[in-house]
């Protein structure tokens, strides 16, 4: 039986972006340098040597931006603050124009009916901090702390929904494991030390929150299914050491306390024992969880895969987006009731969730078509309504991305927006996805029960 898709009538609808994405002028007005500004001016490590010097040009054109969202109807928008625009050392001395950007954003969206939600970090730390160990430094949670507190002086109450950090998994996994993302570094010993101090980094800021705010505060990660390629023994482990290393790893020690036992399996002897004083500041009572959705992954064991011993198995017979991922809309159900199960009824914001296929570099006639991009929304919709019809606590829904944009060292050439950006003259055009996405909002899911 297939149930009707419906949402609360509070249910809050928006779109979500991040700073070095789409603002672009990193350096302007005093603003100092991210490990973004540097990693992405080093030969190599973004296609096609793009950068994020001009983006979506959202620093000048933001008035444009906020308009073009309240045309769609939205009612939210996701966005985060660049650390180092307005602390230009990562501390110390406040760039008084970096904070009166974002003074004059907040406005301009409370001024249009756009409820702001502000994201602390999203994956620029100051370079000045990188250069005394970033992530790997433990003084770094009282440096967050530090940037936190002006944040929610200056804001709180025109702000009202907080969230710490976003995705810390892909910040260690692809800036201090692997090394795709800024800051580049592939150390076994180096990753476990990153996720655990931005995981104290939180606790603090949601402990200064406490002393300063007087609304919500959460934290966004990134989740997602992970199914066994057979069910052989070492498929089934691989799977269980998957689903501990990029869903539980930054869940378990908010929720329980403690890190997922697989960790110390996933790494040996590079995983230190952390002290309980450790998990008494990550714990924190957070208001939400941001939960950020894509794709599921199909787990096979493989002995040589450095450190999981976990490979993702493609889907032969499925739909992939430009990035390579599954679409797999039951994904987003099953996350969400997997969530419930393990972290009880804590509220849930779907954070991000939105798919990148090929859109030309300049709109024809006006238009711009994404069937892809609208199917995908209409069964995500669909899979967000089941979730929440088996009583998950899903209180809002941020499509990424509001804008294309510079999709982190893939360049310009992977496209998430609903709404079409020309690179070249800086024109946005509202995609057929974004055309739906406005008549979702409208009528709060109501017009996809409507035959197609």
Not at 156 to 180: C, F, I, M, Q
Not at 219 to 237: F, G, H, R, T
Request: net charge negative; hydrophobic share 35%; with cysteine.
């Amino acid at each position: 039986m297939t149930h009707p898709i419906q949402f609360p009538a509070n249910f809050l609808w928006g779109t979500a972006t991040s700073a070095y994405q789409i603002e672009g002028s990193p350096l302007a007005d005093g603003a100092g340098h991210s490990i973004w500004t540097r990693f992405s001016a080093t030969p190599g490590k973004i296609a096609n040597g793009d950068t994020g010097d001009i983006a979506c040009d959202h620093y000048r054109r933001y008035k444009e931006d906020v308009a073009l969202m309240k045309q769609l109807g939205m009612q939210a928008y996701r966005f985060s603050t660049s650390w180092s625009r307005i602390l230009p050392q990562g501390r110390g001395a406040i760039n008084q124009k970096g904070l009166d950007f974002y003074d004059r954003l907040v406005d301009e969206l409370l001024a249009n009916g756009i409820e702001p939600l502000l994201t602390l970090y999203h994956w620029d730390l100051p370079a000045a901090l990188d250069d005394r160990g970033g992530w790997l430094n433990p003084d770094i949670a009282e440096w967050f702390a530090d940037y936190a507190r002006i944040m929610f002086r200056k804001f709180d109450g025109r702000v009202k929904s907080w969230a710490t950090l976003n995705e810390p998994w892909v910040v260690t996994d692809g800036g201090y494991l692997h090394g795709p993302l800024a800051p580049g570094h592939r150390n076994l010993y180096e990753a476990p030390i990153a996720s655990h101090n931005l995981l104290r980094a939180h606790g603090r800021a949601v402990q200064v929150y406490r002393e300063e705010g007087k609304h919500q505060i959460g934290l966004v990660v990134n989740i997602e299914p992970k199914y066994p390629a057979s069910n052989s023994q070492q498929d089934l482990d691989a799977t269980r050491r998957a689903d501990a290393y990029m869903n539980r790893q930054y869940l378990d020690p908010v929720f329980h306390g403690r890190y997922p036992a697989e960790m110390k399996e996933i790494f040996d002897d590079a995983w230190p024992d952390w002290p309980q004083e450790d998990f008494d500041l990550i714990g924190q009572k957070v208001d939400f969880i941001g939960i950020n959705y894509y794709t599921r992954s199909v787990s096979r064991h493989e002995e040589t895969n450095w450190p999981l011993k976990v490979v993702p198995v493609r889907q032969a017979q499925a739909t992939h987006t430009e990035t390579g991922w599954e679409v797999f809309p039951q994904g987003l159900t099953d996350t969400l009731v997997n969530f419930k199960k393990l972290y009880g009824d804590t509220p849930v914001y779907i954070m991000e969730n939105g798919s990148a296929f090929y859109d030309p570099p300049s709109a024809e006639n006006g238009r711009v078509h994404d069937p892809l991009r609208v199917d995908c929304l209409r069964k995500n919709m669909g899979a967000l309504s089941e979730a929440m019809r088996q009583g998950v606590d899903v209180r809002g829904y941020m499509a990424w991305s509001l804008l294309d944009n510079l999709e982190w060292s893939l360049g310009y050439a992977k496209r998430f927006g609903i709404v079409h950006v020309n690179f070249e003259t800086q024109e946005r055009t509202p995609k057929d996805s974004a055309l739906l996405y406005a008549q979702i909002v409208a009528s709060n899911g109501a017009c996809l029960n409507d035959p197609q």
